[in-house]
């Protein structure tokens, strides 16, 4: 084994650990899509009617609509976890140890990326396990091509935190993440209503959740569950993933200087 | 290679502030060299740019005759560090937290073993490997990081102010060890603002409002003069 597969493994093992450490952590990972799920969809489902529309061949219920976005959510609240890890981790220094190895930077940031992202990709799997039990279920065959799709997203949304904490100074600052960035994502996007219905009430609206990232990694999501491909989905999330970790790999080279400067 | 580190007019800004000024200073090979310095100093910035957590356009860093701005890998691979953050992780093991650093440098799972074995026997931690490093003392936590800046066998160490919070004995114990280490050899740069940790037969350095303002070997240096009292003369002077 070569020395960069290594410290790949020495990194994702150690989210591993820090994970099974930390079952709250996974616990509120898991509680949260529920409740949307059992309480707001559940709330939801006699007020919004939905038409049939692909991936779907037939009607659906609310709650079958809103599984791909909530398995988003996740992905997004643990990317934007994992960078307030990372502010942690700078505060306490373990950043440091991890930067001080003699090996590219590029290379620590991602493997530390994917690590963060498996560790996700395991929590929607609970989700849609446990909303499987409440009937809420996909083609068999869907949970397995959904892998790809899920990983992705949970790259981009990964580096996305990435650079955030990259700017982020202190702890205290991850409210002003969930204002300004987890809200935002999420509710301007297609993952509690699709677009045609945000396009009724507000065609700039519709416009704006058309272009938000965040949408084409919940409707890879969702046509990958159904066993389908969305090419454009694809590109944007493929292109936003390389786009935000070069930003990320380049918010954290020494010689910028952004990450250990004093306020 | 007759230094284990060198460094040349080297100078860092925080936006218009100078932190550093125009800093020169070599680290001889298998000394012990303390760097003293008031809070403020600039201390901390030195560190940052030694480990490369920082760069700076102006001026060069030479570890163990390795250029860190051309060959970063490998000036990286034979510094070790102990910051002065504590950098373990409490919810792992003694252990774990060892094999973790062992792998960031690319050694071996079979090779990381016996290192950490034998660094656990040095420092008489062996039956505690398994413990989480929350239930150590600030002391052995300590020792477990300077354990672990050594797995990779660097021949430069740098410690950044490694005895603060620490309780008396811990703090002779951990510096008696780093000189018995330099003495094997090792080349070490110790940053403090303590004088009572450097002894007579170390180099000195003083570093006060981003300059060197003094170096040499203590003893010689401070010329029968108290060593606190010399300090704290030379950094008022100075200011």
Known sequence: ?263 | MEFGLTVRDLSFRYGRKLALDSVSFDVPRGSFTALLGPNGAGKSTLVALLTRLLVSREGSIVVAGHDLARAPRRSLAALGVVFQQPTLDLDLTVRQNLFYFAALHGLSRRDASVRIDRSLDRLGMRERAGEKVRALNGGHRRRMELARALLHEPSVLMLDEPTVGLDAAARRAITGHVHDLADQGVSVLWTTHLTDEVEDSDQLLVLHKGRIVASGQTGEVRGGQDLQDWFLARTEEAA
């Open chain 1, 1 to 263: 084994m070569t020395g960069y597969m290594r410290v790949a493994q020495a990194v994702i093992s150690r989210e591993f650990l820090r994970f099974i450490h930390q079952r709250e952590r996974f616990l509120a990972a898991l509680v949260r899509p529920l409740v949307w799920l059992l309480v707001f969809a559940a709330g939801f489902r006699a007020a919004l009617g939905l038409s049939i529309m692909p991936p779907y061949e037939t009607y659906i219920t609310y709650e079958t609509y809103v599984v791909p976005g909530l398995c988003a959510m996740v992905l997004l609240f643990n990317g934007m976890q994992s960078s307030l890890s990372l502010v942690y981790d700078r505060e306490t220094g373990s950043m440091r140890i991890l930067l001080t190895s003699p090996f590219p930077r590029w290379w620590l940031l991602m493997t530390r990326l994917f690590g963060a992202t498996i560790i996700s990709v395991i929590q929607v799997y609970a989700f849609l396990a446990i909303a499987a039990m409440f009937g809420i279920d996909m083609p068999p065959l869907g949970y397995v091509a959904v892998l790809p799709g899920l990983v992705l997203g949970g790259m981009m949304l990964g580096s996305l935190g990435l650079v955030l904490s990259s700017v982020i100074r202190q702890l205290e600052n991850f409210a002003g993440v969930m204002n300004f960035v987890i809200f935002p994502m999420f509710f301007l996007s297609s993952a509690l209503y699709p677009l045609w219905k945000m396009a009724e009430s507000s065609p700039l609206l519709k416009e704006i959740c058309a272009l938000n990232p965040f949408t084409h990694a919940v409707e890879l999501i969702r046509f990958l569950l159904y066993l389908k491909m969305d090419w454009l989905a694809l590109a944007v999330v493929v292109g936003s993933t390389v786009v935000l970790s070069a930003l990320a790999v380049w918010a954290y080279d020494p010689s910028r200087g952004l990450m250990f400067r004093k306020v």
